[in-house]
């Protein structure tokens, strides 16, 4: 059965630390790995990752896949109040589906 | 800006009840899913639609139906409402293929509905 697992299920940091979070999948036909953030509605879109080791950057958030370990990392540096959120990670298979991990709960007290 | 909306925020049923949730995008997408949300269980697909009439299930299908008479719309049905369908809802649409100018496949979510049956 595809499976898509994030750790840790929740967090909580101060603000200026720095945060890494994991997602490792196990799918029958990969096609790209992809980031969400979501608050208090709708999912929002990240990142999307098809190739191994090529780093996607957006200000202090960045992530990277590793296709041969089947596992993805978003790291998140000088954290803020505004970075709390759930963390999703999905992947899309061949087809038109996404299978989600449990989501990230991270907290970022100031 | 592009958008996916759900008709109810908030909805309260009672148990037994048919439930409508309604969902409609403006980005002439092909694509329409629904997923429920729960705690420590992430987006769990319940059905989803690549075509006007075309419906799938997804991975939790049973107590629920769908409906895709257009191309924008896309409604999942609680046939009999019970306790344990309360949930976030969350509709979601994408392209087939891949969006250019996005950088991904357009995947675009709704602002959910949070049901509660009681």
């Known amino acids: 059965e595809d499976k898509v697992v994030q750790s840790p299920l929740s967090l909580v940091v101060h603000e200026g630390d720095t945060v890494t979070l994991n997602c490792s999948y196990e799918?029958?036909?990969?096609?790209?790995l992809l980031w969400y953030k979501q608050e208090k509605k709708a999912p929002t879109f990240l990142f999307m990752l098809?190739?191994?080791?090529i780093e996607k950057k957006s200000g202090r958030l960045s992530s990277i896949l590793d296709k041969k370990e089947l596992f993805s990392i978003l790291n998140i540096t000088a954290t803020q109040t505004g970075d709390s959120a759930v963390y999703l990670c999905?992947?899309?298979?061949?087809?038109?589906?996404?299978?989600f991990g449990a989501g990230t709960i991270l907290r970022v007290k100031s | 800006d592009v958008k996916v909306t759900q008709s109810s925020r908030y909805l309260v049923k009672r148990t037994g009840e048919k439930v409508f949730l309604e969902c409609v995008q403006d980005?002439?997408?092909?694509?329409m899913f629904w997923y429920r949300q729960d705690p420590g269980l992430g987006l769990r697909l319940i059905y989803f639609?690549?075509?006007?009439?075309?419906?799938e299930k997804g991975d939790i299908p049973e107590g629920y139906s769908v409906s895709r008479e257009k191309k924008e719309r896309f409604s999942l049905i609680l046939e009999s409402a019970s306790t344990n369908q309360t949930s976030m809802y969350l509709c979601?649409?994408?392209?087939?293929?891949?969006?250019?100018?996005?950088?991904?496949?357009?995947?675009?979510f709704g602002s959910g509905t949070r049901l509660t049956v009681v």
């Open positions: 098809t190739s191994s080791g």
């Open positions: 980005m002439d997408h092909e694509n």
């Open positions: 979601a649409s994408s392209f087939v293929g891949w969006d250019r100018d996005r950088n991904n496949y357009g995947y675009t």
């Open positions: 799918v029958t036909n990969f096609r790209s």
């Open positions: 639609s690549y075509d006007v009439k075309m419906k």
């Open positions: 999905a992947v899309k298979e061949y087809g038109n589906k996404l299978v």
